[in-house]
Protein backbone atom coordinates (compact mmCIF):
# COMPACT_ATOMS: atom_id res chain seq x y z
CA UNK A 1 0.00 0.00 0.00
CA UNK A 2 1.36 3.49 -0.95
CA UNK A 3 2.17 5.90 1.90
CA UNK A 4 2.48 9.46 1.84
CA UNK A 5 5.90 9.46 3.58
CA UNK A 6 8.22 9.89 0.79
CA UNK A 7 5.69 12.99 -0.62
CA UNK A 8 6.11 14.34 3.19
CA UNK A 9 9.94 14.33 2.89
CA UNK A 10 10.27 15.66 -0.68
CA UNK A 11 7.83 18.56 0.46
CA UNK A 12 9.79 19.30 3.09
CA UNK A 13 12.93 18.97 0.87
CA UNK A 14 11.87 21.33 -1.12
CA UNK A 15 11.05 24.16 1.53
CA UNK A 16 14.19 23.94 2.56
CA UNK A 17 16.05 23.92 -0.94
CA UNK A 18 16.98 27.66 -2.43
CA UNK A 19 14.25 28.78 -5.39
CA UNK A 20 15.79 28.52 -8.76
CA UNK A 21 14.10 31.32 -11.23
CA UNK A 22 13.87 31.06 -14.44
CA UNK A 23 14.84 34.16 -16.74
CA UNK A 24 11.16 34.97 -16.97
CA UNK A 25 10.37 34.79 -13.36
CA UNK A 26 9.13 38.17 -12.32
CA UNK A 27 8.18 38.15 -8.43
CA UNK A 28 5.82 41.97 -8.01
CA UNK A 29 7.10 43.78 -5.23
CA UNK A 30 3.77 45.38 -4.97
CA UNK A 31 1.48 44.08 -2.60
CA UNK A 32 -1.99 43.42 -5.21
CA UNK A 33 -5.40 42.44 -3.46
CA UNK A 34 -8.95 42.38 -4.88
CA UNK A 35 -12.16 41.24 -2.73
CA UNK A 36 -15.16 39.87 -3.77
CA UNK A 37 -18.56 40.22 -2.27
CA UNK A 38 -21.00 37.50 -3.92
CA UNK A 39 -24.48 36.75 -3.26
CA UNK A 40 -26.15 33.56 -4.90
CA UNK A 41 -28.33 30.58 -4.89
CA UNK A 42 -27.39 27.25 -4.75
CA UNK A 43 -29.15 24.52 -5.14
CA UNK A 44 -26.98 21.35 -3.95
CA UNK A 45 -27.88 17.48 -4.41
CA UNK A 46 -25.42 17.28 -1.26
CA UNK A 47 -23.06 13.97 -0.83
CA UNK A 48 -23.36 13.62 2.62
CA UNK A 49 -27.43 12.06 4.03
CA UNK A 50 -29.11 14.81 6.17
CA UNK A 51 -27.92 17.89 3.76
CA UNK A 52 -30.96 18.01 1.70
CA UNK A 53 -32.12 21.95 1.43
CA UNK A 54 -35.66 22.57 2.17
CA UNK A 55 -36.16 26.44 3.24
CA UNK A 56 -34.95 29.29 1.36
CA UNK A 57 -32.43 30.02 3.87
CA UNK A 58 -30.94 26.70 2.88
CA UNK A 59 -30.44 27.58 -1.08
CA UNK A 60 -29.35 31.23 0.02
CA UNK A 61 -25.41 32.40 -0.20
CA UNK A 62 -23.59 34.97 0.63
CA UNK A 63 -19.74 34.82 0.04
CA UNK A 64 -16.45 37.19 1.15
CA UNK A 65 -13.68 36.26 -1.07
CA UNK A 66 -10.40 37.38 -1.36
CA UNK A 67 -7.47 37.61 -3.39
CA UNK A 68 -4.08 38.82 -2.44
CA UNK A 69 -0.32 38.96 -4.07
CA UNK A 70 2.93 39.71 -2.81
CA UNK A 71 6.47 38.30 -3.51
CA UNK A 72 4.99 34.90 -4.60
CA UNK A 73 3.04 34.93 -1.70
CA UNK A 74 -0.52 34.09 -2.87
CA UNK A 75 -4.11 33.38 -1.48
CA UNK A 76 -6.49 33.09 -4.38
CA UNK A 77 -10.07 32.18 -4.37
CA UNK A 78 -9.60 29.10 -6.44
CA UNK A 79 -9.86 31.70 -9.68
CA UNK A 80 -10.15 28.57 -12.53
CA UNK A 81 -13.10 26.97 -10.92
CA UNK A 82 -16.78 28.20 -9.97
CA UNK A 83 -15.73 29.94 -6.61
CA UNK A 84 -18.31 28.59 -3.77
CA UNK A 85 -18.52 25.09 -5.55
CA UNK A 86 -15.28 23.06 -4.67
CA UNK A 87 -12.67 24.43 -2.74
CA UNK A 88 -12.93 28.26 -2.76
CA UNK A 89 -9.79 29.62 -1.35
CA UNK A 90 -6.12 28.36 -1.67
CA UNK A 91 -3.13 29.72 0.02
CA UNK A 92 0.30 29.59 -1.41
CA UNK A 93 3.69 30.40 -3.04
CA UNK A 94 4.99 30.11 -6.41
CA UNK A 95 8.60 28.38 -6.18
CA UNK A 96 9.23 28.66 -10.00
CA UNK A 97 7.10 31.06 -12.95
CA UNK A 98 8.07 31.64 -16.57
CA UNK A 99 5.33 32.74 -19.08
CA UNK A 100 4.10 28.77 -20.06
CA UNK A 101 3.57 27.34 -16.02
CA UNK A 102 4.34 27.62 -12.56
CA UNK A 103 5.26 25.43 -9.65
CA UNK A 104 3.73 26.37 -6.16
CA UNK A 105 3.52 24.99 -2.87
CA UNK A 106 0.15 24.80 -2.77
CA UNK A 107 -2.55 24.73 0.77
CA UNK A 108 -6.49 24.15 0.19
CA UNK A 109 -9.47 21.98 0.97
CA UNK A 110 -9.87 18.83 -1.27
CA UNK A 111 -13.15 17.63 0.46
CA UNK A 112 -15.17 19.38 3.21
CA UNK A 113 -15.94 18.89 6.36
CA UNK A 114 -19.11 18.29 8.07
CA UNK A 115 -20.53 17.16 11.47
CA UNK A 116 -23.81 16.39 12.98
CA UNK A 117 -25.28 19.92 12.65
CA UNK A 118 -23.73 21.06 9.36
CA UNK A 119 -23.58 19.54 6.04
CA UNK A 120 -22.88 21.68 2.93
CA UNK A 121 -25.21 24.43 3.14
CA UNK A 122 -27.20 23.15 5.95
CA UNK A 123 -25.77 24.69 8.95
CA UNK A 124 -26.44 24.91 12.78
CA UNK A 125 -29.18 22.03 12.59
CA UNK A 126 -29.87 18.93 14.01
CA UNK A 127 -29.39 16.35 11.67
CA UNK A 128 -30.45 12.74 12.78
CA UNK A 129 -28.90 10.86 10.73
CA UNK A 130 -25.18 11.95 11.56
CA UNK A 131 -26.43 11.64 15.21
CA UNK A 132 -23.33 10.68 16.83
CA UNK A 133 -20.90 11.38 14.62
CA UNK A 134 -17.62 12.59 15.08
CA UNK A 135 -16.74 15.79 13.49
CA UNK A 136 -15.09 15.65 10.10
CA UNK A 137 -13.16 18.97 10.30
CA UNK A 138 -11.76 20.77 6.98
CA UNK A 139 -8.44 19.66 6.83
CA UNK A 140 -5.82 21.28 4.08
CA UNK A 141 -3.46 19.38 2.55
CA UNK A 142 0.16 20.93 1.68
CA UNK A 143 2.04 19.80 -1.13
CA UNK A 144 2.80 20.69 -4.76
CA UNK A 145 0.95 22.35 -7.98
CA UNK A 146 2.59 22.04 -11.62
CA UNK A 147 0.24 24.69 -13.38
CA UNK A 148 0.71 24.42 -17.05
CA UNK A 149 -0.78 27.64 -19.48
CA UNK A 150 -2.40 26.79 -22.53
CA UNK A 151 -4.04 28.48 -25.41
CA UNK A 152 -7.02 29.56 -23.51
CA UNK A 153 -6.81 27.08 -21.19
CA UNK A 154 -5.11 26.43 -17.90
CA UNK A 155 -4.09 22.73 -16.30
CA UNK A 156 -2.25 21.53 -13.38
CA UNK A 157 -1.66 18.66 -11.02
CA UNK A 158 -1.68 18.59 -7.26
CA UNK A 159 0.21 16.25 -5.07
CA UNK A 160 -0.50 16.95 -1.33
CA UNK A 161 -0.14 15.36 1.90
CA UNK A 162 -2.21 16.76 5.75
CA UNK A 163 0.85 17.73 6.56
CA UNK A 164 -0.13 20.48 9.57
CA UNK A 165 -3.26 19.22 11.17
CA UNK A 166 -2.68 15.89 11.24
CA UNK A 167 -6.15 14.52 11.41
CA UNK A 168 -5.82 11.81 9.26
CA UNK A 169 -2.00 12.13 7.29
CA UNK A 170 -3.54 10.73 3.75
CA UNK A 171 -2.64 12.12 0.27
CA UNK A 172 -4.41 13.23 -3.00
CA UNK A 173 -3.59 13.67 -6.09
CA UNK A 174 -5.99 16.51 -7.88
CA UNK A 175 -6.00 17.15 -11.69
CA UNK A 176 -7.99 19.51 -13.60
CA UNK A 177 -8.18 21.21 -17.04
CA UNK A 178 -10.07 24.38 -17.83
CA UNK A 179 -11.16 26.00 -20.64
CA UNK A 180 -11.90 29.44 -21.37
CA UNK A 181 -14.01 31.02 -24.65
CA UNK A 182 -15.59 34.38 -25.48
CA UNK A 183 -18.76 34.73 -26.20
CA UNK A 184 -20.67 38.30 -27.18
CA UNK A 185 -20.12 39.46 -23.74
CA UNK A 186 -20.20 36.26 -21.59
CA UNK A 187 -17.19 34.67 -20.64
CA UNK A 188 -17.52 30.52 -20.53
CA UNK A 189 -15.61 28.44 -18.83
CA UNK A 190 -15.87 24.34 -19.03
CA UNK A 191 -13.56 22.14 -17.21
CA UNK A 192 -12.98 18.40 -15.86
CA UNK A 193 -11.04 16.90 -13.10
CA UNK A 194 -10.34 14.10 -11.55
CA UNK A 195 -9.34 13.67 -7.90
CA UNK A 196 -7.46 10.40 -6.59
CA UNK A 197 -7.74 10.06 -2.27
CA UNK A 198 -5.61 8.00 -0.10
CA UNK A 199 -7.75 5.19 2.30
CA UNK A 200 -6.35 7.27 5.40
CA UNK A 201 -8.54 10.28 3.88
CA UNK A 202 -11.52 8.41 2.94
CA UNK A 203 -11.36 6.88 5.98
CA UNK A 204 -11.51 9.85 7.83
CA UNK A 205 -14.40 11.47 5.64
CA UNK A 206 -16.58 8.57 4.97
CA UNK A 207 -15.40 5.80 7.40
CA UNK A 208 -17.57 5.03 10.64
CA UNK A 209 -15.72 3.74 13.88
CA UNK A 210 -17.15 1.31 16.21
CA UNK A 211 -18.14 4.31 18.62
CA UNK A 212 -20.40 5.82 15.49
CA UNK A 213 -22.15 2.42 14.93
CA UNK A 214 -25.95 2.75 14.96
CA UNK A 215 -29.27 0.87 14.01
CA UNK A 216 -29.07 1.80 10.69
CA UNK A 217 -25.23 3.19 10.58
CA UNK A 218 -22.99 -0.22 10.43
CA UNK A 219 -19.20 -0.15 10.91
CA UNK A 220 -17.33 0.35 7.39
CA UNK A 221 -13.91 1.56 6.36
CA UNK A 222 -13.21 2.59 2.87
CA UNK A 223 -10.26 1.60 0.55
CA UNK A 224 -8.70 4.28 -1.31
CA UNK A 225 -11.69 6.43 -3.39
CA UNK A 226 -12.00 8.78 -6.65
CA UNK A 227 -14.03 11.72 -7.11
CA UNK A 228 -14.31 12.47 -11.26
CA UNK A 229 -15.64 15.83 -11.89
CA UNK A 230 -17.02 18.38 -14.78
CA UNK A 231 -17.83 22.06 -14.60
CA UNK A 232 -19.58 24.70 -16.98
CA UNK A 233 -19.27 28.33 -15.73
CA UNK A 234 -20.47 31.49 -17.64
CA UNK A 235 -19.73 35.27 -16.51
CA UNK A 236 -21.42 38.07 -17.59
CA UNK A 237 -20.60 41.87 -16.64
CA UNK A 238 -23.54 43.81 -15.46
CA UNK A 239 -21.50 46.54 -14.82
CA UNK A 240 -18.29 48.03 -14.41
CA UNK A 241 -17.57 46.55 -11.08
CA UNK A 242 -20.55 43.57 -10.68
CA UNK A 243 -20.29 40.81 -12.26
CA UNK A 244 -23.43 37.95 -12.77
CA UNK A 245 -22.26 34.36 -12.43
CA UNK A 246 -24.32 30.78 -13.74
CA UNK A 247 -22.51 27.44 -13.47
CA UNK A 248 -23.28 23.92 -12.64
CA UNK A 249 -20.60 21.02 -11.53
CA UNK A 250 -21.44 17.19 -11.66
CA UNK A 251 -19.24 14.93 -9.90
CA UNK A 252 -19.13 11.34 -9.74
CA UNK A 253 -17.41 9.58 -6.19
CA UNK A 254 -15.84 5.94 -6.60
CA UNK A 255 -17.81 2.77 -5.19
CA UNK A 256 -15.74 3.17 -1.67
CA UNK A 257 -16.80 6.49 -0.80
CA UNK A 258 -20.32 5.66 -1.84
CA UNK A 259 -21.16 2.66 -0.06
CA UNK A 260 -20.23 4.87 2.94
CA UNK A 261 -23.18 4.96 5.51
CA UNK A 262 -22.63 8.71 5.63
CA UNK A 263 -22.99 9.40 2.27
CA UNK A 264 -26.57 9.67 0.20
CA UNK A 265 -25.54 9.61 -2.92
CA UNK A 266 -22.77 8.41 -5.91
CA UNK A 267 -23.84 11.43 -7.98
CA UNK A 268 -23.72 15.16 -6.85
CA UNK A 269 -24.96 17.82 -8.85
CA UNK A 270 -24.66 21.43 -7.87
CA UNK A 271 -25.75 24.17 -9.68
CA UNK A 272 -25.21 28.39 -8.88
CA UNK A 273 -26.32 32.02 -9.79
CA UNK A 274 -25.20 34.72 -7.99
CA UNK A 275 -24.29 38.71 -8.31
CA UNK A 276 -20.62 40.10 -7.54
CA UNK A 277 -19.82 43.13 -6.56
CA UNK A 278 -15.61 43.25 -6.93
CA UNK A 279 -13.49 45.68 -4.93
Not at 68 to 94: D, H, P, W
Request: hydrophobic share 40%; proline share 3%.
Amino acid sequence: MFKPYFLISSFLALLCCPVYASTDQDFSDEFNWNLTIELGLVKDSTLIVGGEQDDFDDFAALSVWIDLYYKGFFIQSNRYRSSGVIGATEIGYELHLDKDFEINIINKNYLAGFDQRNVGLISDQEIAELSGIDTRKFAPNQGIRYLRYLDNAVAWVDVSVDLLTGYHRGWVVDAFYNRTMEYRNWDVSYGIGASLFSEDMTDYFFGVDSHEIRENRPFYEPGSGYRVELEAVAHYPIAEDWLFTIGSTFSHYSNSIYDSPLVARQNVLRFKMSVSYVF
